[in-house]
Structures are given as structure tokens and as C-alpha cells.
Nanobody, 121 residues
């Protein structure tokens, strides 16, 4: 069993910054590095959308609406991934979810419970 725990969310003023963390635990030791890590977000009344992803080889991709403001990173030794968010806007307010995915014959995909990010003055 794999558990993902997101943290670092909160209330921030427009233009501010936050760093979200996604910590993996359980039966994932030594293989976290094989997973692609994705951050998604879901605002009230909207569909969940992909924000950023990082592959096992550390290639990254970003949604257009966060390019230049958000950075995704990972620390395989700590089984943790991060989403560094800068120049936050009110429209960035959402619950942010971490997802890890590995395809090896079968698909292994796990989600965290989410962390709330609210951007407001």
C-alpha cells in the first residue's frame, strides 16, 4: 500500500508564494524514482486539471496557465515531490492533489487527499 500526503497549502495574498509537498510512504521505498509525479488541482464547480508533471528522468511539463510561475521538483531520496508556486493569482485557488503513476505491465497510480490553496487579499 502506498500513501501520499500533501502539505503546504494555505491562504496567501495575490502575488505570494507557496511550496506544496507530496510525501510518499508505505511500500514504495526504493521505487519512488520510477514514478511520474503529477500535480492536479480542482476548483469548486470545475473539473480536475493537470498543473505540472515530472518524469523519472526529471523531465517536466506545465499547463500553460502556470508556466513561468510554478516549478515542479522531486527528491527521490526523500520520496517527496514539490510544487513551488510563485506570483499566485486568485484563480489559482483550488484543492491541489498529488498523483504518482508507474506503468510496468500494469498501471500503478496513487492519489493524495489534497491540500487547499486559497489566494485572496
Amino acid at each position: 500500500q502506498v500513501h501520499l500526503v500533501e502539505s503546504g497549502g494555505g491562504l496567501v495574498q495575490p502575488g505570494g508564494s507557496l511550496r506544496l509537498s507530496c510525501a510518499a510512504s508505505g511500500s514504495i521505498f526504493s521505487i519512488f524514482s520510477l514514478y511520474t509525479v503529477n500535480w492536479y488541482r480542482q476548483a469548486p464547480g470545475k473539473q480536475r486539471e493537470l498543473v505540472a508533471g515530472i518524469t523519472p528522468g526529471a523531465s517536466t511539463n506545465y499547463a500553460d496557465f502556470v508556466k513561468g510561475r510554478f516549478t515542479i521538483s522531486r527528491d527521490n531520496a526523500e520520496n517527496t515531490a514539490y510544487l513551488h508556486m510563485h506570483s499566485l493569482k486568485p484563480e489559482d485557488s483550488a484543492v491541489y492533489y498529488c498523483n504518482i503513476r508507474w506503468v510496468s505491465g500494469l498501471e500503478y497510480s496513487y492519489w493524495g487527499q489534497g491540500t487547499q490553496v486559497s489566494v485572496s487579499s
